[in-house]
T-cell receptor, first 114, second 110 residues
Framework: DAGITQSPRHKVTETGTPVTLRCHQT?????MYWYRQDPGHGLRLIHY???????DKGEVSDGYSVSRSKTEDFLLTLESATSSQTSVYFC?????????????FGPGTRLTVT | QKEVEQNSGPLSVPEGAIASLNCTYS??????FFWYRQYSGKSPELIMS????GDKEDGRFTAQLNKASQYVSLLIRDSQPSDSATYLC??????????FGDGTTLTVKP
C-alpha cells in the first residue's frame, strides 16, 4: 500500500462542532485530494492540493476548508459539522496531475454527525 | 457537470466466467480513464488505467476505450470469488479533477 494514513479512522461528533481530519503521506507526492463517499455513490471531490499552500475546490466544497503547510500533510476541516456531512472521507495522493494522475487512496475516515 | 455512468448492478457471474463492466462519460475532451476496485469497507485501489483507444491488458484484466463512443469497459477473465467487489470507473477531465461513477458491484459465485 502507498504510505498514506488518515486520522482519526472513526469519529462521532455533534452538529455545529468543528472537525478536522488529517491525511499524512510518506511518498513525497505533490498532489493530494479529499473525497467523500456516501452509500451507493461514487467518490466526490471536496478539495485538492497541487503543492504546499496551493489548493483548489472540487465539486462539493461548501462547508469544507483545507490546509497544506507541509508536503506530507493535508487537513480537511468542517467548520460547523452538519448531519449531511456524515460520510466516509478518503484522502488520495498522486505523483502527477497530467495525463497519468493515478491516485492512491488512504484507508478512510468514517465520520458521523449526530 | 461532468457525468460518468456505470451499468447498474449488481452483476453476478459464475467462477471462471468473463465479467464485463461498462462505463460511459459525458466530457468528450477527457483523456485519462481509470478502473478502481473497492472491497466492502475498504478504500479504492487502482487496477487499470487507459489513455488511448483500444485494449490494454494486465493479467486477467482488460480495459477497452472507445473515445468516439465515449465508452470505457473492463473485462475480467476467469473470474474468481476474490474478484467480488465494487468497481469504480473514473474519468479525468481537467488537471486534478476526476469524476467517479457510482460503481458496479460484482459477485463471483463459486
Amino acid at each position: 500500500d502507498a504510505g498514506i494514513t488518515q486520522s482519526p479512522r472513526h469519529k462521532v461528533t455533534e452538529t455545529g462542532t468543528p472537525v478536522t481530519l488529517r491525511c499524512h503521506q510518506t511518498e513525497n507526492h505533490r498532489y493530494m485530494y479529499w473525497y467523500r463517499q456516501d452509500p451507493g455513490h461514487g467518490l466526490r471531490l471536496i478539495h485538492y492540493s497541487y503543492g504546499v499552500k496551493d489548493t483548489d475546490k472540487g465539486e462539493v466544497s461548501d462547508g469544507y476548508s483545507v490546509s497544506r503547510s507541509k508536503t506530507e500533510d493535508f487537513l480537511l476541516t468542517l467548520e460547523s459539522a452538519t448531519s449531511s456531512q456524515t460520510s466516509v472521507y478518503f484522502c488520495a495522493i498522486s505523483e502527477s496531475i497530467d495525463r497519468a494522475d493515478e491516485q492512491y487512496f488512504g484507508p478512510g475516515t468514517r465520520l458521523t454527525v449526530t | 457537470q461532468k457525468e460518468v455512468e456505470q451499468n447498474s448492478g449488481p452483476l453476478s457471474v459464475p467462477e471462471g466466467a468473463i465479467a464485463s463492466l461498462n462505463c460511459t462519460y459525458s466530457d468528450r475532451g477527457s483523456q485519462s480513464f481509470f478502473w478502481y476496485r473497492q472491497y466492502s469497507g475498504k478504500s479504492p485501489e487502482l487496477i487499470m488505467s487507459i489513455y488511448s483507444n483500444g485494449d490494454k491488458e494486465d493479467g486477467r484484466f482488460t480495459a477497452q476505450l472507445n473515445k468516439a463512443s465515449q465508452y470505457v469497459s473492463l473485462l475480467i477473465r476467469d473470474s474468481q470469488p476474490s474478484d467480488s467487489a465494487t468497481y469504480l470507473c473514473a474519468v479525468k477531465w481537467a488537471a486534478g479533477k476526476s469524476t467517479f461513477g457510482d460503481g458496479t458491484t460484482l459477485t463471483v459465485k463459486p
